[in-house]
């Protein structure tokens, strides 16, 4: 991919976060899924961390895993792709900022940084070191050949900590050092969704594996959120789908094969990549 080329998935990436209603934003975790739900007519994808460790069948993965699966992901794909960096595996805001720099290497045109330590004792960074990291990020992301859009985390609700004004207080600090996109994923109603979105400006993401899911794209558009993920769902999906048909055919039955997805099907997305 040339740099004009980057430059120009960058621009409209940045340009669906401006539109009066949400975007879908689906995760694949390799080449196969990225093609495919291409084809299926998806405008952007984003990576996921925890569908690669699932792939490679493993708790957790690498910031080197991450960034080759970056790579490859954008090579197999026209659409812009936006990168799961986790905390982006560091603590020190620097080194921290210079995974984003990484993941445009490797063809993203935007990325991610979470304020989840790791930690199991202290599972999220205290405030002040929470903001110098995304300070440190937009900092090294200003400084990138592509207009990177740069979405900065509050992680509370997955880590124990259900404090709705922390969580808000974290996002609007996030806004002021500059971030494109705020994210905060966890178990949220519709309301607590609109409250969040009413007390930033920038764009907020959702991530649906968390929320009621009868909840629509319409319905969150309506609430105030710009763009909608699935973290790891789709391959959980997936692999409930492998499971479920191992079982049945452990236990000596076979009817899964009626529900398998037609060659043709696969095969007319992967000619779509690249």
């Excluded at 080194?95 to 199991?120: F, N, P, R």
């Excluded at 994210?183 to 519709?190: N, S, V």
């Excluded at 789908?241 to 079982?247: G, I, L, S, T, V």
Aim: a neutral charge.
């Amino acid at each position: 991919m040339s740099l004009a080329d980057q430059i120009a998935k960058a621009k409209a990436f940045r340009a669906l976060h401006e539109r009066a209603q949400p975007f879908p934003i689906p995760n694949p975790w390799d080449e196969g899924s990225a093609r495919i739900l291409e084809h299926l007519g998806f405008e952007a994808l984003a990576t996921t961390s925890l569908g690669l460790a699932n792939m490679l069948g493993r708790a957790g993965v690498t910031r080197d895993e991450v960034i080759e699966n970056t790579r490859l992901i954008c090579a197999a794909t026209k659409l812009p792709v936006n990168a799961d960096l986790e905390n982006c595996f560091a603590d020190e805001p620097r080194a921290a900022a210079e995974t984003l720099a990484m993941a445009c290497e490797a063809g993203a045109v935007g990325g991610s940084i979470e304020d989840y330590s790791g930690d199991k004792t202290a599972p999220i960074y205290p405030f002040s070191l929470a903001v110098e990291r995304v300070q440190a990020a937009v900092e090294r992301v200003r400084e990138l050949p592509v207009p990177f859009v740069f979405t900065a985390r509050a992680e509370n609700f997955l880590h124990g900590r259900t404090d709705l004004d922390d969580t808000i207080r974290r996002l609007q600090a996030f806004e002021r050092a500059g971030a494109d996109v705020l994210y905060a994923p966890g178990r949220f109603d519709l309301a607590q969704i609109r409250t969040i979105c009413q007390s930033v400006k920038k764009p907020v993401n959702v991530v649906m594996g968390f929320l009621d899911p009868s909840l629509t794209l319409e319905q969150l558009g309506e609430a105030g959120v710009k763009r909608v993920s699935i973290g790891g769902g789709l391959n959980r999906v997936a692999m409930a789908a492998f499971m479920d048909a191992a079982r049945e055919m452990r236990a000596g039955r076979f009817g899964f094969v009626a529900r398998m997805a037609k060659q043709p099907d696969l095969l007319a997305a992967f000619r779509g990549g690249k």
